[in-house]
C-alpha cells in the first residue's frame, strides 16, 4: 500500500468546494484511495460527506493511501489538490 502526507493548504480546510473537488478527482480514479487526518480512522476520498466529517483543517496533515496498479501516480495527483489552496468561500 502506498501512502503520502500532505498538509492542507485550502484556508477552509477539506470543507465544501475542496471537499468536492478532491472527491470528484479520487472517483474518477483506477484505485480507490481512502484519507486520514493524522492516526485516525480513515474514510473514502471519493466521499464529500467522509473529507468533511475528518474535521481536516488548514495546515492540518492528512495521510493518502492508495493500492493497486498506478497508485503513487493517483497519490500524486490528489497530494497536488490537498496542497493546492483551492477554496476561498
Not at 53 to 76: C, I, Q, R
Request: charged share 20%.
Amino acid at each position: 500500500m502506498a501512502e503520502r502526507r500532505v498538509t492542507v493548504a485550502s484556508v477552509v480546510g477539506l470543507h465544501a468546494r475542496p471537499a468536492a473537488q478532491l472527491a470528484k478527482a479520487a472517483a474518477a480514479q483506477p484505485v480507490a484511495v481512502s484519507i486520514r487526518k493524522g492516526e485516525g480512522t480513515p474514510v473514502a476520498a471519493a466521499s464529500v460527506l467522509g473529507l468533511m466529517t475528518l474535521g481536516a483543517m488548514h495546515g492540518d496533515e492528512v495521510v493518502l493511501s492508495a493500492d493497486g496498479e498506478g497508485a503513487e501516480a493517483v497519490l500524486e495527483e490528489l497530494a497536488a489538490l490537498v496542497a493546492a489552496d483551492s477554496g476561498h468561500e
